[in-house]
Structure formats: structure tokens, C-alpha cells
Nanobody, 125 residues
Framework: QVQLVESGGGLVQAGGSLRLSCAASGRTFSNYNMGWFRQAPGKEREFVAAVSRSGGSTSYADSVKGRFAISRDNAKNTVYLQMNSLKPGDTAVYSC??????????????????WGQGTQVTVSS
């Protein structure tokens, strides 16, 4: 088991930036791929970004590619999501997730088993 707690959400204007953090419990943080997902009102949760256990590989949804950057600091048991050039369509509850890799390939291929409570990101026009 791993407990995840997100922080850093808030209200920003379009074009602005936010940096989300996800702090994980335990000593096994580096055993998991880490990912960020988001869910807007009335929509299903969607994948945003993921990073491999070592931090060497990343994956992004097409909608955020070039604007968002995921990273991790295994010494601090923390994963980050730097969000730049934010758009109103990015408004959602952002959740951090941890999962064991399913196979070689993109970090998004993981068994997403552990989830944080989420943090609200609102982007105004």
C-alpha cells in the first residue's frame, strides 16, 4: 500500500502556470510508475501524464504534450506535474496515481492501484 497526497492546485488565468505535487508514503515509491489523471465535471477520468520508476521515461496525453511536464524525486517520494500555458479545458480535479509497470514501453502502461484524493485546478478565460 502507498498513500498519495496531492497539493498545488488553484485558480489561474488562461496562459498561466501551476505546479502540482504528490507526496507518497512508505519506502517503496521507486517501485512504481507514477501518473497524473484528471476528471472534469460530467466526464470520465482521463490520463494526463506518467513517469517511469527511475524518472527516465515519460508519457503524455496529446492534449497536454508540450505544455505539461511530469517529473519525480525518489529521494523525496514526490512526483510533480508542471503545467504551463494552461487552458480553460484543463479545468479538472487532478489526481496522482501509483502503479506497477505492466510491460516494457510507455510509463502509462501500469496497473494504477493507488490514488490520491485529488486537487482542483481551475483555469479561467
Amino acid at each position: 500500500q502507498v498513500q498519495l497526497v496531492e497539493s498545488g492546485g488553484g485558480l489561474v488565468q488562461a496562459g498561466g502556470s501551476l505546479r502540482l505535487s504528490c507526496a507518497a508514503s512508505g519506502r517503496t515509491f521507486s517501485n512504481y510508475n507514477m501518473g497524473w489523471f484528471r476528471q472534469a465535471p460530467g466526464k470520465e477520468r482521463e490520463f494526463v501524464a506518467a513517469v517511469s520508476r527511475s524518472g527516465g521515461s515519460t508519457s503524455y496525453a496529446d492534449s497536454v504534450k508540450g505544455r505539461f511536464a511530469i517529473s519525480r524525486d525518489n529521494a523525496k517520494n514526490t512526483v510533480y506535474l508542471q503545467m504551463n500555458s494552461l487552458k480553460p479545458g484543463d479545468t479538472a480535479v487532478y489526481s496522482c496515481a501509483a502503479g506497477q509497470p505492466l510491460a516494457l514501453g510507455p510509463p502509462a502502461r501500469a496497473n494504477w492501484s493507488y490514488w490520491g484524493q485529488g486537487t482542483q485546478v481551475t483555469v479561467s478565460s
